[in-house]
């Protein structure tokens, strides 16, 4: 006679924010299918529902909020948990219903609480999960999350006070997940945490032995031996430390892409001084022409405030000419927002919201002009890129400029037979402002 099994709880998820929140995400998901949960993709089938929170900004906080609302309205029963899980009191007061609520990657409480919600009857061939962990991204690309929180104090940013000081994962324990994930089907690993260039200064003096050498908890040894798992790697979330310096030769050697996210934040040395950023930004673009030698298609990707306490119209003028001369490739923007608890709402110098969309208005425009000129330069040129989805005859894809979600794209003609994660050659075509047009190579 058959057995029948019991059926597992199922649980829903949404997830907001950063990519290290994703991370977070799948860390948890991964942990709730090992112990036999099953997973919905709507509110109705769920039994309980995770909301991971973002709490960076206040239209992040509000965008958070807004999420909860809809989970209790549509399902009921709600845990939250996040980078906004340390103000409890503001979700609870708004939501009293939430049946738990739980900070950033406090993994085994959130866990708990699942459990607390929604039962698993015990049950040995429930308990299953893929090898690689379960993710929220494509097969072909993950994010790899190599430590947790920050040791800087900017004056915008609470990031420390909600995930604390930096806390490095071991090297070889990185390592390992970076192979099951390539042995699952990943082709592109995105390095990420709070400062990748930070990466094991807590742990400097503690090697690892990995397939026979020690490895040495360090960005530049790390990228190295990641460059021998994937067939690419992507650094983000890069602080200019002197020592990035030493990644470059390993974007020449073809170990890792020639990509660098820095987020540079701004130019002007009095508005870098008030944010409590390094204020060299002389010696920045000595640096970046140094690189552009080594590897002179190094993609170099920002971010930038814009509207900070006491920037001046001659701290802005110095940013639009600092990006005449950095010309990066990739650059977002942001309008300076107040953050509950941190240190710029005190600063004086407010800037009129009228003058921050003036200025954020004028630096995108900057911005597009260069990342235009930028890719119209490679048209005729052969690149690499890797297929992100094949509609009928033509494929999205991504050149080694582009990450996921929030660079360009490399928009394909004649690509049917190709599938999601190859990387081929392509011809290019046409571009744009942020994309690019080609065709595979035979």
């Not at 190094?298 to 306490?309: D, E, L, Q, Y």
Request: glycine share 8%.
């Amino acid at each position: 006679m058959a057995t029948r099994l019991p059926e597992a709880p199922k649980v829903g998820m949404v997830s907001l924010g950063c990519p290290k929140n994703l991370v977070d995400s799948e860390r948890i998901l991964t942990k709730l299918r090992s112990d036999g949960y099953a997973m919905s993709a709507d509110y109705a089938g769920a039994d309980v529902v995770l909301v991971n929170t973002c709490g960076f900004l206040d239209s992040a906080k509000e965008e958070s909020l807004e999420a909860i609302g809809e989970a209790i309205a549509e399902n009921g029963r709600v845990i939250v948990t996040g980078c906004m899980g340390k103000e409890a009191e503001v979700i609870r007061a708004r939501f009293p219903n939430v049946l738990a609520v739980t900070g950033a990657h406090q993994y085994e409480e959130v866990v708990g609480a699942v459990h607390d919600a929604a039962p698993m009857p015990p049950n040995a061939f429930l308990n299953l999960v893929p090898e690689g962990g379960l993710k929220l991204t494509p097969r072909h690309y993950s994010y790899l999350k190599i430590s947790e929180g920050c040791n800087h104090r900017c004056s915008f940013c609470i990031i420390p006070a909600l995930r604390g000081d930096l806390v490095s994962r071991r090297p070889d324990a990185i390592l390992r997940e970076a192979e099951k994930l390539v042995a699952a089907g990943t082709q592109e690993l995105l390095v990420i945490s709070q400062d990748t260039s930070a990466y094991g200064v807590d742990i400097r003096k503690e090697p690892r032995m990995w397939k026979g050498a020690e490895v040495v908890p360090h960005m530049t040894d790390l990228a190295r031996e990641l460059g021998k798992i994937a067939p690419w790697v992507r650094l983000h979330y890069v602080y200019p430390y002197p020592h990035v310096d030493q990644v470059i030769p390993l974007m020449a050697e073809g170990l890792i892409l020639p990509y660098l996210d820095i987020p540079f934040q701004h130019a002007a040395p009095n508005v870098l001084r008030t944010m409590r950023r390094p204020a060299n930004e002389a010696k920045v673009l000595e640096r970046i022409h140094k690189w552009r030698e080594i590897t002179p298609d190094i993609t170099i990707r920002s971010t930038f405030v814009v509207g900070f306490p006491g920037e001046t119209e001659e701290d802005f003028q110095y940013l639009l000419d600092w990006l005449d001369e950095a010309q990066l490739d990739r650059v977002g923007a942001f309008r300076f927002e107040p953050v509950e608890g941190a240190a710029a709402n005190d600063l004086p110098g407010a800037v009129p919201e009228a003058v921050k969309e003036e200025r954020y208005a004028r630096i995108m425009e900057k911005t597009a002009a260069i990342s235009a000129a930028k890719l119209e330069a490679k048209i005729g040129r052969t690149l690499r890129v890797i297929i992100d989805e094949v509609d009928g005859d033509g494929a999205n894809a991504r050149s080694e400029a582009d990450a996921p979600e929030i660079d360009g794209n490399v928009f394909l003609r004649d690509a049917g037979h190709l599938k999601q994660g190859d990387i081929v050659r392509v011809q290019i075509e046409d571009a744009d402002e942020h994309d690019l047009y080609g065709v595979p190579l035979a």
